[in-house]
């Protein structure tokens, strides 16, 4: 089976953790992704998966540039937002949108072109049970993942 590269974001939760270890697993090569502190992906480091920045203006470019392609982008980055609907404020339901929905799409939409051009790629969207059923406090993380199926 050939090697494959994959490029996984919310690589600091532990459905990122884990699909990074089972990809390097079998030999496939890993770029793990997260938002900010890149210290908190030490341990996949070592494991032997490159890391970057998650940025939406750059990881792509800048994974390809490490293995010369990607043939795996697994959308797995995710943002909980807990609480009743009345007590959040538009800018934490914004956060939870732009991260859980918009930021899948908008990486799925720079990838793309990638694997067009190779006419080879995969795309893997993690979504959750609370995409179907929501549960009290858990509106706004429900609401994204309902979306998420939509798409």
């Known amino acids: 089976m ?3 590269t994959c490029q996984i974001t919310g690589c600091t939760s ?3 953790v884990l699909l990074t270890k089972i990809a390097l697993g079998p030999g496939d090569r890993v770029i793990a992704t997260a938002r900010g502190d890149l210290e908190r992906l030490s341990g996949l480091k070592q494991a ?3 890391v970057l920045e998650l940025d939406l ?8 540039k490490i293995h010369g392609g990607i043939d795996v982008l697994a959308n797995n980055a ?3 937002n807990a609480g009743l609907l009345e007590t959040l404020s538009h800018e934490r339901l914004l956060a939870s949108f732009n991260t859980n ?17 190779k006419k080879y790629g995969i795309l893997v969207f ?7 059923n929501g549960a009290v406090g858990a509106g706004p993380y429900s609401a994204t993942k309902f979306a998420m199926e939509g798409v």
């Open 57 to 64: 203006d750059r990881v792509v470019e800048e994974a390809i």
């Open 126 to 132: 993690l979504g959750s049970v609370g995409g179907w």
């Open 78 to 80: 995710v943002y909980i």
């Open 2 to 4: 050939p090697q494959l």
């Open 48 to 50: 032997g998966a490159a």
């Open 14 to 16: 532990r459905f990122g």
């Open 101 to 117: 929905l918009f930021g899948v799409i908008n990486l799925t939409r720079v990838i793309l072109p990638h694997f067009r051009q």
